[in-house]
């Protein structure tokens, strides 16, 4: 594989429409939002998404889903434990070896890092991987609908309609998100994270809601309309992150937009710094 060479960064400009992009569990399951009323899809949920694109793409990934198991194992530390090259490292106590047979083995490993600690190993290995993603915010505030749902039957056999049968659902009619991030090259050296990793990062974020539907989230709720694409030509970068996160610049042409048609997003340009523009998903 080709080495990492050059420092990226990246924005994805997402648009929901009745759906549930992230719920929060502490809050009856409604969607994320910042006190000011701002939708927030938190960073976690995204790399959860990006994780799953990357095992439907082949990719061998450690933080799985347990419904999407693919190896039988039912913890982190059993996978772990599944590695022969770690459990070698880890009899002659060489962390640097561990580490490097846990990023050689698992695509999101040596992508946004781990902490590998487990009690009964005496383990404890922390990894920082070079992709960082931040939590996506809406552009403007958001208006969260709810409805009372009800089963049609009791989850337990019992005379009357039991209290279970009773629930909420709560959607955003419609709003447009923005995730930021971007690939650090002096980290990707260290986990060994190359080029082509790069290119399936790019492809599982223009492709982040593919074989994501669920009941919160039916198909086509959830769409990537934008995907920007910003590679540096040095290794550190010759701008910051923050300095080329601000050269898009989304309006709403309306004051109620419903679609992403509904927005005018300008991107500005930096010299010799090469944008990849490309359509989502």
Request: charged share 30%; aromatic share 8%; with cysteine.
């Amino acid at each position: 594989m080709g080495a990492f060479t050059n420092k990226i960064d990246f924005e994805v400009l997402v648009m929901v429409n009745n759906a549930n992009p992230n719920g929060d569990p502490l809050n009856g399951n409604r969607p994320r939002e910042t006190y000011d009323g701002f939708g927030e899809i938190s960073d976690v949920c995204i790399k959860r998404k990006i994780r799953n694109r990357l095992q439907d793409m082949g990719e061998k990934i450690f933080v799985q889903s347990d419904e999407r198991s693919d190896d039988q194992c039912r913890s982190l530390a059993e996978r772990a434990k599944s590695n022969e090259a770690m459990q070698k490292a880890l009899k002659s106590k060489d962390k640097e070896a561990y580490a490097k047979a846990a990023c050689e083995t698992w695509m999101d490993v040596r992508s946004f890092g781990q902490v590998f600690a487990f009690k009964d190993d005496s383990v404890s290995v922390g990894v920082r991987g070079p992709v960082s993603i931040h939590s996506a915010f809406s552009v403007l505030p958001v208006a969260i609908n709810s409805m009372q749902i009800t089963k049609s039957v009791n989850s337990e056999t019992k005379d009357k309609k039991s209290s279970d049968t009773m629930g909420m659902k709560h959607k955003i009619y419609s709003a447009l998100y923005v995730i930021k991030g971007s690939i650090n090259h002096q980290l990707a050296e260290k986990t060994g994270f190359s080029e082509e990793d790069a290119q399936k990062i790019k492809e599982a974020l223009r492709t982040l809601f593919v074989n994501d539907s669920s009941s919160a989230r039916p198909d086509g709720s959830m769409e990537v309309c934008k995907l920007y694409w910003w590679k540096h030509n040095c290794p550190m970068g010759q701008y910051s992150s923050a300095k080329v996160h601000k050269l898009v610049r989304i309006t709403p042409k309306k004051d109620d937009p419903k679609a992403f048609e509904d927005y005018t997003v300008e991107v500005d340009s930096l010299p010799n710094l090469e944008l990849e523009e490309l359509e989502g998903i």
